[in-house]
């Protein structure tokens, strides 16, 4: 085949990955969203909790489709993993009811529901007015495992230890309430 030829197949084969890319995208990102909604809308601990876990699932496979395969590990690790075995035992040591408690509910739903839209929209303008159509530099990108953990541990290494040490606050805490009762 000619050199034309053989650049016009590689770019089609490119613009075919990139289309079957955003098709998981979104369908990865409608299933978060709806998860989503479905887990502050529910009037059941244990099922919020799971739709929690499709969430947090939803995101380590749209770190999988953006080729972050480290990124979709520790989230599967850390989220998947730690958090919600913490939350489980949170529900399972407060002794929250199981069924459905219609006291979760309340009348300020739809302030809150604005407030949120109204947040997102703030945000996002902020973000765009920023950073705008900006990329990273290919020379800052992390290449390697090495130097994902090497900017996790050297440049974010407060943030990290702060994280664990709310995690292990809030498990202590939860043991304190379920030891009162």
């Known amino acids: 085949m000619n050199t034309l030829a053989v650049i016009a197949q590689e770019s089609s084969l490119s613009d075919q990955g990139a289309w079957i890319a955003n098709v998981f995208f979104y369908a990865i990102a409608a299933v978060a969203i709806i998860a989503a909604l479905k887990m502050v809308t529910t009037q059941n601990v244990v099922h919020a909790a799971l739709y929690l876990l499709v969430v947090l699932t939803a995101v380590a496979a749209t770190y999988i489709v953006l080729g972050a395969e480290f990124a979709a590990v520790t989230q599967a690790l850390v989220y ?3 958090i919600m075995v913490l939350l489980l035992f949170g529900v399972m040591l ?3 009811r199981i069924g ?5 509910d309340h009348d300020q739903k ?5 407030v949120a839209v109204v947040t997102g929209a703030v945000m996002g303008y902020s973000l765009w007015e920023a950073f705008g159509d900006m990329k990273l530099p290919a020379d800052q990108v992390p290449q390697t495992t090495q ?3 090497d900017s996790i541990f050297s440049t974010y290494i407060v943030p990290f230890e702060a994280l664990s040490v709310l995690l292990l606050a809030a498990l202590i805490g939860a043991v304190v309430v379920a030891r009162r009762d």
């Open 80 to 82: 998947l993993g730690a």
């Open 94 to 96: 407060t002794r929250a």
């Open 100 to 104: 459905t408690d219609t006291d979760l």
């Open 110 to 114: 739809w302030m809150g529901a604005l």
């Open 147 to 149: 130097q994902v953990s």
